[in-house]
T-cell receptor, first 113, second 113 residues
């Protein structure tokens, strides 16, 4: 089944403890992206990647890192999480670029205490 | 700042009522436009998109949207809503020649049976 998977789905952590949220797609898509969803603010793009080893900042990249060493994986790294990063995070992929239909993962709900 | 605005935060309708959800953007150049929907407990999925050509685009499940360039708008419409249309709706804009996506804050639609 074609899908975008994220792990973990739920995470509660403490300030400063490094964490990684994984994202994987099995559709051989070139474009991948991370968003955070906050009430009243909708989805805001954190980082995106046009292809392997090609990443770029979105709207709200501060406090986040990403890497794209393989086509299928696009992990989101929080080196030192803070409470203002408490949010719902979505990974998405599309065949070539952002204008193609994006396929979203199920979301990861992160709470930073 | 360039942005995407969805002025209706929560819309409540009865079944069979007509729907129009507003979306305005502030980008000056050519844009690609999208509506995504998130049904309760499900992933975000594409409803429809506009790149060029006929400004009235039709999507899935009887939805349509009209691009009015002079008003910087891309409003979503449906002549007769159903209870199953209860969801959150997001407008998104991709400025042409740019790889990022900007989403609006979302509009929550509740359809009463």
């Amino acid at each position: 089944e074609a899908q975008v998977t994220q792990n973990p789905r739920y995470l509660i952590t403490v300030t400063g403890k490094k964490l990684t949220v994984t994202c994987s797609q099995n559709m051989n898509h070139e474009y991948m992206s991370w968003y955070r969803q906050d009430p009243g603010l909708g989805l805001r793009q954190i980082y995106y990647s046009m292809n392997v080893e090609v990443t770029d900042k979105g709207d709200v990249p501060e406090g986040y890192k990403v890497s794209r060493k393989e086509k299928r994986n696009f992990p989101l790294i929080l080196e030192s999480p803070s409470p203002n990063q408490t949010s719902l995070y979505f990974c998405a992929s599309s065949p070539f670029r952002e204008t193609d239909t994006q396929y979203f993962g199920p979301g990861t709900r992160l709470t930073v205490l | 700042a360039q942005s995407v605005s969805q002025h209706n935060h929560h819309v409540i309708l009865s079944e069979a009522a007509s729907l129009e959800l507003g979306c305005n953007y502030s980008y000056g150049g050519t844009v690609n436009l999208f509506w995504y929907v998130q049904y309760p407990g499900q992933h975000l999925q594409l409803l429809l998109k506009y790149f060029s050509g006929d400004p009235l685009v039709k999507g899935i499940k009887g939805f349509e949207a009209e691009f009015i360039k002079s008003k910087f708008s891309f409003n979503l419409r449906k002549p007769s809503v159903q209870w199953s249309d209860t969801a959150e709706y997001f407008c998104a804009v991709n400025p042409a020649n740019n790889n990022d996506m900007r989403f609006g804050a979302g509009t929550r639609l509740t359809v009463k049976p």
